[in-house]
């Protein structure tokens, strides 16, 4: 992890530099310099890191180069905050004259620079003479492989020992087995198993093999891991299939080897099991020697990437794996707390048996935790108090064997790249089991700087593919409820949750706290919260910290103050924050308070700044000179007015607001806006609204019928929008301009202003929408005909009010793409699925169609319909579904 923080900051000084070149002017060589060096630290980092597991002097030298790269951040944020105060002082220069003229700097302040820089050059020069002392060199993988060979070792201990009871898999074994022994598929393909570390990949893979290897001349068992060779691994794959020895295989050339295996596995029908392949590249290595004779030859793979899937068959859908029941959880650690028991309810009395269940719904359902708390409970043998102390405090750090886990699961960690690894630790500050919005992970992430700026890209979408990739590693889980009420604001995509496994929460905070990244503490079970490391820069606190705020004192060098499930009557204050003056990112959601100070503007490093549902009734106009602010969410406060000021920060990215509250922009300088919500129409939209060239996100509320003109004129000059309207009167630009063509997500509430003749086929509606939702828009009978033809609409919620027909027909291949549908109006009497038509649907809700008399026609024909909801129905059509009446 050293290496990603030296990473990090190199960026950020380099940041600086390019940023904030008018402050930075008169130190500019000397903060090269440090940038230089800090980067040459880097390549040593790696070896480094690995050799600190065991070694004390290395950890302590790893701990010096993250200490100095900290260090050199703090200095250079220093300098620009008094460099950008003094300007603020000067007098008699105009504003154009101060942003485009390098001031030289107080001299003292300059002078004291060049010290400090001085005293880091010379613990530069300490740490690098530190560093041959200790014999860090350059990339020695040897120590490397040791440390992952004993992760593997262990790993292959705990495939052992697991391998004997499969525990909640048996509808993937089958569809697995399925797979392999199908005789109808004659041509060779591909399956395979996808998770997360521990979730029994290998377990499934194994019963499988054994299960099915006497069908095929050939059957291979292949361990890929992390670290491996081309020629390793084709040296095993002949092993196996020729018997050659190893020393006659380790004389062969990788060309003699590749001629070899062809020889033998051409026209055979085999059976390759490639175990925890990390890297698409295995497939490339090893698919030329896997010949296709369509004689139903087959590959398995399991991987903790579903991009490693992909690689190898595109067509055939992964076995993800899933986190095991309650039920199946006990079931899997009582047999590892009584191996060799045939009857367990005889040793395992009914208090036993409770704080069991107990300990095992802590491990979250993971077979790897199952296993290795039930082999630590078989040592102990049924005491109830023995249990019992365990159940209250499983900390895995403070085991032998709990440390192993983590270890195995550190290995996903360990794969991932300098500025995944940063986003991942992000995790450690939530709490235990906490779904954070998608939305709000990825504007901390980009607020934190974590995100880089990729060709074509914004910075948002960057940040998506970093999760996506998170996810696709099967290291973050996305949480996201098919179902919602009509009558609320819902777009599947922005009501996207997010968590990690429990384990892996316990790895980030342990790892965070290792490496520095950040500390949290839980207020006021955290016994060490009161001392507080003068080191630290990210801070998250959970529960009352309202009180630990006031006696503690906190590092000026805290960079993010978050905090979490605060609860607590009436109204604090944090007086802390305004002398914090190097914070980048503050987090409050939900915390009493009622009174931001005005200090605050003088935070000019602030990044991100979150107050939703908090108490505050204004914000402070020393808000607008916060030049670098980027996210500013006060959502749901009692804010009714904004300073002017807020809306001339030119680096505002996301800005989400009160209903009801009017942007006061008179100038246009938010040209860096991407959202904006959830504000109030009003004169900016004729003014300013059509200038927001990088908004992508928009909601609108209060439209009125004289808003509608600019509405029109504004709306088509913006790209790449996701609408929001809410009003007494909707424009009809959305269905008459060809500029929102690439609108994706549409949803309105109020009457819509429609063309009068609206053809059919969805001309009149933007054609790439992949989300739609209308509420009171009084959409008359020609509102399906006008919407089944839109070709990527994904999501459909039609709620009351907003279609006035008696009738839905969807025709013949209509809606090709729904997937979600949502119906909720009074009026509707009969709903028809013509023949092909919603062939991908999965799921239905419909509620409030009291005339509806009977599920609608056709429904039955829908192969991919997996859930079906009715609420507040027709009594007697209730009736008939539960006595199975309806077809």
């Known amino acids: 992890m050293a290496e990603a923080v030296l990473s990090y900051v190199v960026k950020r000084v380099g940041d600086f530099l390019i940023d904030e070149a008018v402050f930075l002017y008169e130190v500019k060589d000397q903060v090269e310099w440090v940038k230089d060096e800090l980067r040459a630290m880097e390549c040593f980092l790696k070896d480094a890191d690995a050799r600190s597991k065991g070694d004390e002097r290395v950890k302590n030298w790893v701990r010096d180069v993250r200490e100095i790269a900290n260090r050199a951040e703090d200095l250079v944020d220093c300098f620009v905050l008094h460099a950008q105060r003094r300007r603020r002082r000067r007098k008699g220069f105009t504003r154009i004259t101060v942003c485009c003229l390098p001031f030289p700097c107080n001299l003292v302040v300059v002078h004291q620079f060049g010290k400090e820089v001085e005293t880091i050059k010379a613990k530069i020069h300490e740490i690098n003479e530190r560093r041959n002392t200790y014999g860090i060199q350059n990339l020695d993988t040897e120590v490397r492989r040791q440390a992952d060979e004993t992760v593997r070792e262990w790993r292959r201990v705990v495939l052992q020992a697991a391998d004997a009871d499969l525990v909640g898999m048996g509808e993937e074994k089958n569809r697995i087995l399925s797979h392999l022994l199908d005789e109808s598929r004659k041509k060779r393909s591909v399956i395979s198993i996808v998770g997360m570390g521990g979730l029994g990949k290998t377990t499934l893979a194994k019963r499988v093999f054994n299960q099915t290897r006497n ?405 402070p106009s020393s808000v607008g000179k916060l030049r670098h602010l980027q996210f500013l969410d006060v959502l749901w406060t009692d804010i009714k007015t904004m300073p002017s000021p807020v809306w001339k920060i030119e680096a505002l990215r996301h800005v989400l607001v009160p209903p009801g509250v009017e942007p006061e922009m008179v100038d246009v300088c938010l040209r860096n806006l991407q959202v904006l919500k959830v504000v109030r129409a009003g004169s900016w939209i004729d003014s300013c609204l059509g200038s927001l060239t990088s908004l992508r996100e928009l909601e609108l509320t209060d439209i009125k019928d004289c808003h509608v003109d600019a509405l029109s004129s504004s709306l088509p000059k913006l790209s790449g929008l996701k609408l929001f309207l809410e009003g007494m009167s909707i424009p009809d630009c959305l269905w008459t301009s060809t500029s929102f063509s690439s609108l994706e997500v549409l949803w309105l509430s109020g009457p819509v202003r429609r063309p009068q003749q609206p053809s059919s086929g969805g001309d009149h509606w933007p054609p790439n929408l992949t989300e739609l939702i209308l509420l009171n828009t009084r959409l008359d009978g020609d509102l399906i005909a006008a919407l089944v033809n839109l070709p990527e609409l994904s999501y459909l919620c039609i709620g009351d009010g907003a279609y006035t027909g008696k009738e839905m027909i969807c025709s013949r291949g209509g809606f090709p793409q729904l997937q979600f549908l949502l119906l909720s109006m009074n009026e509707l009497e009969r709903s028809v699925a013509e023949a092909r038509a919603m062939s991908r649907l999965r799921s239905v809700r419909i509620s409030n169609c009291r005339k509806l008399a009977m599920v609608p026609e056709g429904f039955q024909h829908l192969t991919a319909l997996k859930d079906l909801t009715l609420f507040r129905m027709q009594p007697k059509l209730c009736s008939k579904i539960r006595k199975e009446e309806e077809d």
């Not at 630990?548 to 944090?574: A, D, E, P, Q, W």
Request: charged fraction near 30%; hydrophobic fraction near 40%.
């Open 215 to 619: 069908n095929f001349s050939h059957s291979v068992w292949i361990v890929v891991s992390q670290k491996y060779s081309a020629e390793d691994l084709l040296r095993e794959f002949l092993r196996q299939v020729t018997g050659l020895a190893v020393k006659e295989l380790e004389q062969m050339t990788r060309a003699e080897c590749e001629e070899k295996l062809n020889q033998n596995i051409q026209g055979k029908k085999y059976l390759i099991v490639m175990d925890d392949v990390w890297d698409k590249d295995v497939w490339r290595i090893l698919s030329p020697h896997l010949p296709d004779a369509e004689n139903g030859s087959r590959v398995l793979i399991t991987t903790r990437d579903v991009d490693v899937a992909r690689a190898a068959d595109s067509t055939t859908p992964p076995c993800d794996l899933r986190f095991l029941t309650e039920e199946e959880s006990w079931e899997l650690l009582s047999k590892k707390a009584f191996p060799n028991q045939e009857d367990i309810e005889a040793v395992c009395s009914e208090q036993l048996r409770e704080v069991g269940k107990q300990i095992a719904r802590k491990c979250g359902g993971l077979p790897l935790a199952l296993v290795v708390i039930g082999g630590l409970l078989s040592m102990k043998g049924p005491s109830l108090g023995e249990w019992r102390r365990l159940a209250k405090a499983i900390i895995w750090e403070n085991s032998e064997e709990g440390r192993r886990c983590l270890d195995i699961l550190a290995l996903s960690y360990a794969d991932l790249p300098h500025h995944l690894k940063w986003c991942f630790l992000y995790f450690s500050s939530f709490p235990e089991d906490f779904e954070i919005l998608v939305e709000k992970l990825i504007r901390l992430w980009i607020a934190e700087g974590f995100v880089k700026h990729r060709a074509g890209e914004t910075l948002e979408e960057s940040a998506e593919g970093y999760l996506e990739e998170l996810v696709r590693r099967c290291m973050v889980i996305v949480v996201q409820d098919e179902y919602a009420n009509p009558m609320n604001r819902y777009i599947p995509k922005s009501s996207q949750r997010c968590r990690i496994h429990d384990l892996l929460h316990d790895f980030t905070v342990a790892e965070a706290k290792e490496v520095g990244f950040l500390v949290c503490h839980r207020i006021p079970d955290d016994q060490d919260a009161s001392r507080l490391d003068s080191s630290v820069r990210r801070l998250s606190l959970y529960g009352g910290a309202q009180d630990y705020v006031s006696h503690v004192k906190f590092s000026t060098r805290l960079r993010t103050f978050l905090l979490f499930n605060s609860h607590r009557r009436g109204v604090i204050s944090f007086p802390i924050i305004p002398t914090l003056k190097l914070l980048r990112v503050i987090d409050l959601e939900r915390a009493p308070l009622a009174v931001l100070p005005e200090q605050i503007g003088d935070l000019v490093h602030l990044r991100f700044l979150g107050l939703k549902r908090t108490k505050i009734m204004s914000l």
